[in-house]
């Protein structure tokens, strides 16, 4: 079956813009979690959700982040006023009770 | 000081070469990873372990509980092995749990 995907793979925007970052997980996952990896470093934790609630969202740097997951399965993280230091990969990870996560190919956001 | 450490930053080895990976700990864990990230950014899970040893193919992955360290090995290196590794944590007792990663070593496998 189709792993995790995430739209669209790059993003090019301007500071100040509003942006939307879809995950697409693998069917069935009821974990999914968003990270975020900037250049030369491992990724870090934003949100996690646990069906369509998100069970830990500690690792949003502030109120600009947001994600949510109505459905239990696409998600969808939105940032708004972008900056400069938003620039990163954010990946997209799910799972299904194992613990074992599987990745998708992470979208390159790049604020100008 | 990250809860997650990994040594070295950067390794380039000879196709051939036996090649290890450290990582040390500082959180209690339920599992570590071990992930393999290609340029490009595609992170593939390698191994998910909580004791002992595991095994695929040319890659080896151990565990020492009390000493809170875990290597990863590879065999006979080839330059396809080329990519950045990444050790990560799950800090809860079961189930699902957001991992904490460390930075990943940058593995470059010469011919």
């Known amino acids: 079956g189709a792993g995790v995907s995430q739209t669209p793979s790059n993003k090019v925007t301007e500071k100040g813009k509003y942006v939307e970052l879809r995950c697409d997980p693998i069917?069935?996952?009821?974990?999914l979690y968003w990270y975020r990896q900037s250049l030369g470093q491992g990724p870090e934790f934003l949100i996690y959700?646990?069906?369509?609630?998100?069970?830990?969202d500690s690792g949003l740097p502030n109120d600009r982040f947001f994600a949510v997951r109505p459905e239990g399965s696409v998600s969808t993280l939105k940032i708004q006023r972008t900056e400069r230091g938003d620039s990163a990969v954010y990946l997209c990870a799910s799972s299904f009770g194992s613990g074992e996560q599987f990745f998708g190919p992470g979208t390159r956001l790049t604020v100008l | 000081k990250n809860e997650v450490e990994q040594s070295p930053q950067n390794l380039t080895a000879q196709e051939g070469e036996f090649i290890t990976i450290n990582c040390s700990y500082s959180?209690?864990?339920?599992?570590l990873h071990w992930l393999q990230q290609h340029p490009g950014g595609g992170i593939v899970s390698l191994f998910m372990l909580s004791s002992g040893k595991k095994k695929h193919g040319r890659l080896i992955a151990t565990i020492n509980i009390q000493e809170k360290h875990s290597s990863l090995h590879i065999t006979a290196s080839h330059p396809r092995d080329s990519a950045v590794y990444i050790c990560a944590a799950s800090t809860l007792e079961s189930g699902n749990t957001p991992l904490v990663f460390g930075k990943g070593t940058r593995l470059s496998v010469i011919a």
């Open positions: 959180v209690g864990i339920s599992a």
């Open positions: 069917s069935g996952h009821t974990a």
């Open positions: 959700f646990q069906g369509t609630g998100a069970a830990d």
